[in-house]
């Protein structure tokens, strides 16, 4: 067998008993502004760095659309929906869920055309919050009483003006 004492196994230093180098501590960091090094080797050449002139980059702002009452009763909003379903023939009695399958595809093909963003239950949950804007019930009064909306609303299809609905009730 091979004896402990003969290979020096046992020779390892004692590092409890031994004392640790002395080091000055660190220097505080450089701030980009200053311009006092102390020995004005190595210590300015940091500042004078970030203060070399950088290319900003032009970022292009895309501001973005927001679902709020004005884009509602825009020409795509609730004027739109007038129209939508001109050329749908609901089949009736027998055929409610196609029927229904059918109503709701045109919903949510008009709600991703108003506002592509939001998912079709999220867009539903924004829409009946918008709905007690008074800008937005003012629009669907007007739908409902078939009154103008938009500009093209405002004269017929020969040219001739519509009368104004207050003057009408009037008689």
């Known amino acids: 067998m091979i004896d402990p004492l003969e ?3 046992f020779d390892i230093p004692d590092y409890e008993n031994t004392e640790d180098e002395a080091f000055p501590p660190l220097p505080p960091p450089l701030s980009p502004g200053r311009e006092d090094a102390e020995d004005g080797d190595n210590a300015g050449e940091v500042s004078r ?13 895309r501001p973005q659309p927001k679902l709020d009452s004005q884009r ?13 379903f001109d050329n749908v023939r609901f089949k009736g009695k027998g055929h409610e ?4 399958k059918t109503l709701i595809q045109r919903m949510e093909n008009w709600a991703h055309r108003l506002y592509p963003k939001l998912q079709f239950d999220d867009f539903v949950d924004k829409l ?7 800008e937005v019930q003012t629009c669907l009064k007007r739908i409902r009483l078939d009154m103008p909306i938009t500009h093209e609303d405002f004269g017929s299809k020969e040219g001739q003006c519509l009368p104004h609905p ?5 008689q």
């Open 7 to 9: 290979n020096s196994l």
């Open 49 to 61: 760095l970030e203060e070399a002139p950088v290319a900003k980059r032009r970022v292009v702002k």
């Open 72 to 84: 509602l009763v825009s020409q795509r909003g609730l004027p739109a929906l007038r129209t939508l």
């Open 97 to 100: 869920a196609e029927d229904l």
């Open 128 to 134: 009946e919050s918008l709905g007690s804007k008074k």
């Open 166 to 170: 207050s003057l009408d009730s009037g």
